[in-house]
């Protein structure tokens, strides 16, 4: 029954901001690791971000460190991924993922994903 939906992407320039959203559903999402995981075109899935179920610990990429700001709303079981200096190394498709695994930097340690939305910074 978990269901999670990205929006929020868009076209920007470099420097610019986007802030992406993820709504989640199901009953067990308040006790999932979420992430955020990106993936470029002839590219593999990388890790972007991640935060724990309480929303007290996040994790980031270093290439994403100190320009992305990763949040979580439990009332509204959404997650956020706040993107800032926005780079053109930054297009990709984004992805919401949900695990219980607490290898939150790899894929497979997530069992739930979105459909993805797209970011495409110009240079």
């Known amino acids: 029954q978990v269901q999670l939906v990205e929006s929020g992407g868009g076209l920007v320039q470099a420097g610019g901001s986007l802030r992406l959203s993820c709504a989640a559903s199901g009953r067990t999402i308040m006790w999932l690791m979420l992430g955020w995981f990106r993936q470029a075109p002839g590219e593999e899935r990388e890790f972007v971000a991640a935060?724990?179920?309480?929303?007290?610990?996040?994790y980031y990429a270093d290439s994403v460190k100190d320009r992305f700001t990763i949040s979580r709303d439990i009332t509204k079981n959404t997650v956020y991924l706040q993107m800032d200096s926005l780079k053109p190394k930054d297009t990709a498709v984004y992805f919401c993922?949900?695990?219980?695994?607490?290898?939150?930097?790899?894929?497979?340690?997530?069992?739930?994903w979105g459909q993805g939305t797209q970011v495409t910074v110009s240079s």
């Open positions: 935060i724990s179920p309480s929303g007290k610990s996040a």
């Open positions: 993922a949900g695990g219980a695994s607490s290898d939150y930097a790899r894929a497979q340690g997530y069992g739930h």
